[in-house]
């Protein structure tokens, strides 16, 4: 129940185009869904992250969609650029209770590879 | 100030070696965490330290020590390695808010091979 369920594993996609890459949860109690990017030889860098209170946010040519009573969430990259070349990880956390921090739990990673 | 840094950033160990790996924040964030990453995986959450204090230990074996010998500063104390322990090591530090992780700050990480 503590997975995140990411697809697809790779996209290729044409300089300018629209990147989309999916999640799925199953734990009800995530409150938390942040996207992060990570370039080869660096640590992931958090992108844009949503609350389950909104069904959408927009951060430039990222966007986060976000369907509650599905349990799933996507990114979307709109005019995809060579530079946007990376992998995403969703990840999800819940409230920590009495402590006042959360377990991340990532997604598997999606290789996005824009061509220009 | 939005780095955290980590040093080495390469190392070669042997399996009956000690060698430590460090990380630095001076964000003023009071937890700290370390992750290990294997290539085209996602980070596996290893240890949380909370206001200096080590608040989740998620089953890693005891060749890996953790060490936060202040509000700065992480390190993680490895000893008799294995092989498959070969990975990048991640340092990542976050304020901590009421009640939900904030916004987790990666270092560059650690790449460990383990002869």
């Known amino acids: 129940q503590q997975q995140v369920k990411q697809s697809p594993q790779s996209l290729i996609v044409q300089k300018g185009g629209i990147s989309i890459i999916n999640c799925a949860y199953e734990n009800t109690a995530f409150d938390y869904f942040p996207w992060y990017q990570q370039f080869p030889g660096k640590g992931p860098a958090l992108l844009i992250a949503i609350r389950p209170d909104v069904s959408e946010k927009k951060e430039g040519r990222f966007t986060i969609s976000f369907n509650k009573s599905a349990k799933q969430f996507s990114l979307h990259i709109m005019d995809s650029q060579p530079g946007d070349s990376a992998t995403y990880f969703c990840?999800?956390?819940?409230?920590?209770?009495?402590?006042?921090?959360?377990?991340?739990?990532f997604g598997q990673g999606t290789i996005l590879t824009v061509h220009p | 100030d939005t780095e955290v840094t980590q040093t080495p950033k390469h190392l070669v160990m042997g399996m009956t070696n000690k060698k430590s790996l460090k990380c630095e924040q001076h964000?003023?964030?009071?937890?700290m965490y370390w992750y290990k990453q294997k290539a085209k995986k996602p980070p596996e959450l290893m240890f949380v330290y909370s206001y200096e204090k080590l608040s989740i230990n998620e089953s890693v074996p005891s060749r890996f020590s953790p060490e936060c010998p202040n509000s700065s500063l992480l390190n993680l104390h490895l000893h008799a390695l294995q092989p498959e322990d070969s990975a990048l090591y991640l340092c990542?530090?976050?304020?901590?808010?009421?009640?939900?992780?904030?916004?987790?700050?990666f270092g560059e990480g650690s790449r460990l091979t383990v002869l």
């Open positions: 990542a530090s976050s304020h901590i808010l009421s009640g939900w992780v904030g916004e987790l700050f």
């Open positions: 990840a999800a956390s819940s409230p920590a209770g009495g402590t006042s921090y959360g377990k991340l739990t």
């Open positions: 964000m003023g964030h009071r937890a």
